[in-house]
């Protein structure tokens, strides 16, 4: 199985950043697609970004030019950048993987979530 960890969020102000990760654990075949979504209350789960394993990005179009989604295969370890942050960004962010098991079986795995609140 494979365990997603995220960390950094927080309280920011409008026009602040911040960085979050989500480190993976675990033993799997391949950790292909990774990703950030978030959910704001009464919202849905919305998509934010992804990044394939070589590399290609998404985004949302609310937030293209200001988040950017990276990742450290060695460390196997999803970031999402975020600046100039708005009030509508608040929400909790969480980190989600397409993993491959052992036995060659195809399943999302998700973070527990980290809170991000933007706000004066």
């Known amino acids: 199985q494979v365990r997603m960890v995220e960390s950094g969020g927080g309280l920011v102000q409008p026009g602040g950043s911040l960085r979050l990760s989500c480190a993976t654990s675990?033993?799997?075949?391949?950790?292909?697609?990774m990703g950030w979504y978030r959910q704001a209350p009464g919202k849905e789960r919305e998509l934010v970004a992804t990044?394939?394993?070589?590399?290609?990005?998404t985004y949302a179009d609310s937030v293209k030019g200001r988040f950017t989604i990276s990742r450290d295969n060695a460390k196997i370890t999803v970031y999402l950048q975020m600046i100039s942050l708005k009030p509508e960004d608040t929400a909790v962010y969480y980190c989600?993987?397409?993993?491959?098991?052992?036995?060659?079986?195809?399943?999302?795995?998700w973070g527990q979530g980290t809170q991000v609140t933007v706000s004066s």
């Open positions: 990044i394939s394993g070589d590399g290609r990005t």
């Open positions: 675990g033993i799997a075949f391949s950790i292909n697609d």
């Open positions: 989600n993987a397409d993993v491959t098991t052992l036995s060659r079986a195809s399943v999302t795995s």
